[in-house]
């Protein structure tokens, strides 16, 4: 059995789960977004290459772990024709998921090897509850911020304290989930990486067998999308479709500051905006627009930077 998930943050989750779930299962990490760029042949790594490597030039993330993290992505392809039996976790509102599950499906259909697909998205806030209590009946509790020190400082809290500092965190998280959830009662997943390791049984549960007539037409949406081959791929009223490279343009732009400011704080409020139209899109993918729109004369790059958190723009006034 194999569980095939999209991108590094999917699969540390579901190593986490797979003692709880199916201990025997192998895991394999498509680390490539294959509703961005030439998908003629996305074993082509030079093809490839600009999607795959689009921080190239941030000293954080350059050079040798670059090369591994690709080669890590090209194994797990190769892999794809061991597979046996699948079972393949992915996001319904996530065009990078949702291209995903169509190459692999491409992949192995034809072979008519049982495949199953976990799909994350809506689940009732009172799971989410249920499973955070589950979570801290616990022997012990981690936490995990983005700042290192912060890591440090809560290392050495007690765990009584941390507990109850976690349990706030994931009260707040879930009324913030809940408010900005367009159905009462449920919460939101756009990606398998962005659920946590409790959470994940509640939709391996509800996992379902493809049919041959659905492993079809997920083929046939591959070879048209190939066909095409537009810069993009993006969900267009709930439909994969491709798209214009432009296609999020009017959404960056209108998070787009009046005054100069990094250009970070735009990058933030388009993915948030573009979250709801149903695309997750990455930070990179925004970013080169940023770059794209500036070129276009329809914003200023008032300072130039290799990173979003370096540069700063603003709008055109007037």
Excluded at 150 to 155: A, D, E, K, P, S
Excluded at 260 to 270: P, S
């Amino acid at each position: 059995m194999y569980w095939i998930c999209f991108g590094d943050s999917a699969k540390g989750l579901l190593r986490y789960v797979r003692r709880d779930l199916d201990d025997a299962a192998h895991i394999l990490a498509i680390g490539d977004d294959y509703s961005q760029g030439d998908i003629t042949d996305v074993t082509d790594r030079d093809a490839r290459y600009p999607v795959l490597a689009p921080w190239r030039g941030d000293p954080e993330l350059d050079g040798d772990r670059l090369e591994e993290q690709i080669g890590r992505h090209f194994a797990a392809l190769d892999q794809l024709d061991k597979v046996d039996e699948a079972v393949i976790w992915y996001a319904g509102g996530n065009p990078c998921e949702q291209c995903g599950l169509r190459y692999v499906v491409s992949r192995l259909q034809q072979r008519q090897i049982p495949v199953w697909v976990v799909e994350v998205g809506w689940i009732p806030v009172s799971e989410i509850a249920q499973a955070n209590d589950r979570v801290r009946d616990t022997s012990a509790v981690g936490v995990i911020t983005d700042s290192h020190v912060m890591n440090t400082l809560l290392r050495l809290v007690p765990q009584p304290i941390l507990r109850r500092y976690a349990a706030r965190v994931e009260q707040r998280n879930l009324r913030e989930r809940a408010a900005q959830s367009s159905r009462a009662g449920m919460a939101y997943f756009s990606t398998v990486g962005e659920t946590a390791p409790n959470i994940l049984p509640y939709f391996y549960k509800r996992r379902r067998m493809l049919t041959e007539t659905e492993q079809a037409i997920l083929l046939t949406e591959w070879k048209r999308m190939q066909e095409e081959n537009t810069p993009l791929r993006a969900m267009v009223d709930g439909k994969l479709q491709s798209v214009p490279a432009d296609y999020y343009d009017d959404i960056i732009l209108s998070c787009v500051p009046e005054g100069e400011n990094v250009a970070a704080l735009t990058v933030g409020r388009a993915i948030a905006k573009l979250d709801k139209t149903g695309n997750r899109v990455g930070d990179m993918q925004i970013f080169s627009r940023i770059r794209a729109l500036s070129t276009a004369e329809k914003l200023i790059i008032v300072r130039d930077g290799a990173t979003y958190r370096d540069m700063v723009i603003r709008k055109i006034r007037g």
